[in-house]
């Protein structure tokens, strides 16, 4: 029996990363960030997900990277 490996993608500079997700992870669109004074660097913000407040990180900001590109799409053939 063949299982499906589901993963998201994702670029860091010019590195591409894929992460395992589970069964029940979803796709969301990325609401408004509000940022959190005092947060580490590696905390964007916070975000209102269906009622529960989940904070949002980047990253990027670990591997020194300064940009990032939250809430844009792309989309990449299957290979």
Known sequence: MEKDLHIVGFRIGNETYGVRIGRRARNV?????TSVRSAPDLIEGVINLRGKIIPVMDPASVFGQTENNFGQEESHPRR
């Open 29 to 33: 669109r990325v609401p408004e960030i």
